[in-house]
């Protein structure tokens, strides 16, 4: 959907998916690509789309040396770097928001959420949100989003909608997204 929103909108080139080190979006063939956890991925990198790795924060081994509660998530570095190296190619990020799940429960800080909705909205690139783990009240919130003040432009849920009942998801898009599939390219 992504990849549609950009050609839609006449950004042709915008075709790298951006993703954290140590995330899981799941073990189809797509989302394997924007995965960086080796258990899951590894047999099958040669099938795999050639993604962008940004290094993801780390709160618990903070290279910085900083405490989460009070740090100004100087790790969001990478990030930046990385979006100035590949400013024309980024067509979006996608994160786990909040905590990595198979990285450990690795909880990072809602601020870095808010800078990374500003740094795509710079570079004109979708930020979506896998909420399949966090959604639905598990971080206090109705979605970890909420505590960072900040919407992404798509939002991927699932697990807690029907409580493992009946294997179901939704992707949910903002306006924006969704009108651009009747522009006429
Ligand atoms: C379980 C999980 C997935 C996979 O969801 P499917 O609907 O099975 O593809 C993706 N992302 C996260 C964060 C998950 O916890």
Redesign the pocket.
Known sequence: MSFQYQYQTGHEKKTKFTCLTEG?????IG?LSVGSVDLYAKIYKPMLMDTIHMQAPDCYRCPCEKCRDSCNVECFEHAEKAFAEYADEIRVIIV?PLLQ??AGMRIYPAIYLKKLCLLCDMYNAILIA?E???GFGRTGKMFAFDHAGVSPDIM?I??RMTGGYI?M?ITITTDKIYEAFYADY
């Open positions: 899981y979006h799941g073990e189809t989302v786990e799940g198979s896998d399949i783990a966090t991927c699932s697990k294997p998801a």
